[in-house]
């Protein structure tokens, strides 16, 4: 589904971010979340992120990866957990997608 157009400066808002997955595990009671330590460099340290993916990858797919990361978005709390941040997934209707990028990317690095 096609979106709205997006100005410049809206654009400018989105931070996001190079960050390397460190630390990964399935949250209790739930089967679709993962809840994931994200080294976001400098600027943000290290960052708890929730993410549906526990039914396409494992936490010990995730570990060690660099990932775009949207690092200024909401807290938004799943059960009970703030996640502070988004994975940028490619959303196949079937699966989402993780995109990784080279791991000698520098952990903060701006993406634009």
Same mark, same amino acid.
Do not use: H, Q
């Given at each position: 589904?096609?979106?709205?157009?997006?100005?410049?400066?809206?654009?400018?808002?989105?931070?996001?971010?190079?960050?390397?997955?460190?630390?990964?595990?399935?949250?209790? !009671?739930?089967?679709?979340?993962?809840?994931?330590?994200?080294?976001?460099?400098?600027?943000? !340290?290290?960052?708890?992120?929730?993410?549906?993916?526990?039914?396409?990858?494992?936490?010990?797919?995730?570990?060690?990866?660099?990932?775009?990361?949207?690092?200024?978005?909401?807290?938004?709390?799943?059960? !009970?957990?703030?996640?502070?941040?988004?994975?940028?997934?490619?959303?196949?209707?079937?699966?989402?997608?993780?995109?990784?990028?080279?791991?000698?990317?520098?952990? !903060?690095?701006?993406?634009?």
């Amino acid at each position: 589904m096609k979106k709205d157009i997006l100005t410049f400066t809206d654009f400018n808002k989105l931070d996001l971010r190079v960050g390397e997955v460190k630390e990964a595990s399935l949250l209790e !009671g739930s089967k679709k979340l993962i809840i994931m330590k994200v080294d976001l460099g400098e600027d943000y !340290g290290i960052v708890e992120i929730l993410s549906g993916l526990a039914e396409f990858y494992t936490p010990d797919d995730l570990i060690g990866n660099k990932y775009i990361v949207l690092a200024n978005l909401e807290p938004k709390k799943m059960m !009970g957990k703030d996640s502070n941040g988004m994975i940028l997934v490619a959303d196949d209707p079937e699966k989402f997608n993780l995109v990784p990028l080279d791991k000698n990317l520098k952990n !903060g690095t701006v993406i634009r």
